[in-house]
């Protein structure tokens, strides 16, 4: 039924039809600035152009918001720096996924997986989408609001144009995200720039008093930290296509190095740049911070913000599905997921089924759901499995003393790295007990899935017939083969 090796009904025309193809795999494309622009066009989302406040609000003063911002790059750091570290001793695809199934066995991670593929990423990349539709439509109908239903069609666009991208070409994604990366580092020079150089004329009367003691609420610094870490999450994603990377023992760790350092001087300058213009309490009247400096320093020039802002949600939103696709694709091989996602496209090399797998679930979720509680009940769970997987690079250190580790970490940065995950995951539970008991119940249900779909090897027949007959039409249609290796 599907033509590998030999194609003598070659479709296109060419006149090599009948030579033998070539392999049927996912290429090696993946180079140092392809990776540096994965990781940091995926970090630089919305948030630092929409709403720094949750970090400022909850800091209680300038000084100790700018604190916040650098410490939490720096345990970023740690996490990245440990991902590193498993990224170049584990070799496989796949993230977080495949850590926690190498260190702590299938059932672990298929919860994981099954949280992952029924509600944390539609709904991350939904909420991502949606600040597109959002932003790409404001200049149109400014001043007045974007009505709801256009922000939908323009975000479904917006998510088909990704899907489509990533299902066609992985050279073509990546050099879009290279581009995307790019328009991300000037939008926030636009910001950086004209805000050093108030400062350099004497705008500093933000920053007088910028450590009040009387104003630092240190029970809203947890939560400040929780902002803080959610600004820079994303530093994982190039542990997710790590089969397909150049040189993954020197590239994974230089990239993830570069990545960090880049996005946290970019985040506390942005930060600095903003308290030139604006005081701390219009910072935290603005709907759209970065609209406000704009429009207070550049005038008509303004109009321009909204769109660097929807390109850079695009830029998160082709990254995280290049990345997650990937998880996808490794847990079919895994055997933990049905076997067509960890097909390959016979021509165009990509894993189209694994990258075409979110969309129904994403528009689903983006046209019924609720995404913002979704969020509420899934952000810790994904705090949770870092800090699982990271754990499990510990674990994996005295169980596993011999496995060759290129690059390695001090001990104490996983510690310290493990032990912020799970201290906010503690304080969701604690500041919001409701929601994330409902997070964890519904990861729960991920239990009796693994018993139903994997551990009981005697399937009915009927279902096995099924599943085969499912598999091969989709095989068909797709035109996607199993990868060889």
């Not at 066609?168 to 879009?176: C, E, F, G, Q, Y």
């Not at 695009?314 to 079919?332: D, H, K, Q, T, W």
Request: proline letters at 6%; charged letters at 15%; aromatic letters at 12%.
């Amino acid at each position: 039924l599907i033509r590998t090796q030999k194609d003598p009904l070659n479709s296109n025309g060419d006149p090599h039809a009948g030579a033998p193809e070539e392999r049927v795999e996912l290429r090696k494309k993946v180079t140092l600035l392809r990776g540096i622009s994965i990781i940091i066009g995926t970090i630089i989302g919305a948030g630092i152009f929409i709403s720094p406040k949750g970090i400022l609000k909850n800091s209680g003063s300038v000084g100790m918001s700018l604190v916040v911002w650098i410490a939490c790059g720096i345990l970023s750091l740690f996490g990245a720096l440990s991902y590193a570290e498993l990224g170049t001793c584990i070799k496989k695809s796949g993230g977080h996924y495949t850590y926690i199934l190498e260190a702590f066995g299938p059932q672990v991670a298929f919860v994981r997986l099954w949280v992952d593929m029924i509600a944390i990423r539609p709904a991350g990349l939904a909420v991502i989408a949606l600040a597109f539709g959002r932003y790409i439509l404001e200049p149109i109908f400014m001043p007045c609001g974007v009505p709801e239903i256009a922000i939908k069609l323009a975000t479904t666009i917006g998510i088909t144009m990704v899907m489509y991208l990533n299902s066609m070409s992985v050279s073509w994604t990546a050099r879009i995200q290279i581009f995307l990366t790019f328009s991300k580092l000037l939008a926030m020079a636009i910001i950086i720039v004209p805000g050093l150089y108030q400062l350099f004329k004497g705008e500093t009367k933000n920053f007088e008093n910028a450590f009040e003691v009387n104003t630092i609420d240190l029970t809203g610094l947890p939560l400040a930290f929780y902002s803080g870490m959610y600004a820079y999450a994303g530093w994982f994603y190039l542990n997710f296509v790590t089969e397909e990377v150049e040189n993954p023992e020197r590239t994974v760790p230089l990239a993830i190095c570069i990545s960090m350092v880049i996005v946290m001087i970019c985040y506390t300058l942005t930060n600095v740049a903003y308290y030139t213009v604006m005081s701390a309490e219009e910072l935290l009247a603005s709907n759209a911070v970065a609209v406000t400096f704009a429009e207070k320093l550049m005038g008509n020039f303004s109009f321009a913000v909204p769109v660097f802002v929807a390109l850079s949600c695009f830029g998160s939103m082709n990254g995280c599905l290049f990345a997650i696709s990937r998880m996808f694709y490794v847990a079919s091989r895994e055997g933990q997921l049905p076997e067509v996602l960890s097909m390959i496209h016979i021509r165009r090399h990509t894993p189209l089924p694994a990258v075409i797998v979110l969309y129904p679930i994403t528009l689903l979720i983006l046209f019924l759901g609720d995404i913002y509680s979704l969020l509420n009940f899934m952000s810790f769970l994904r705090w949770l499995f870092i800090g699982v997987a990271v754990v499990g690079l510990i674990y994996l250190r005295y169980t596993r003393p011999d496995m060759p580790r290129p690059f390695k970490v001090p001990i104490f940065i996983p510690a310290v790295f493990s032990f912020t995950c799970f201290f906010m995951v503690f304080l969701s539970l604690y500041s919001d007990p409701i929601n994330t008991g409902i997070g964890f119940a519904i990861s729960l249900t991920g239990i009796p899935a693994y018993f139903i779909f994997i551990h009981f090897e005697r399937k009915p027949k009927w279902f096995q017939k099924l599943s085969d007959s499912v598999n091969r039409s989709l095989q068909i249609i797709l035109e996607v083969v199993p990868a060889e290796h």
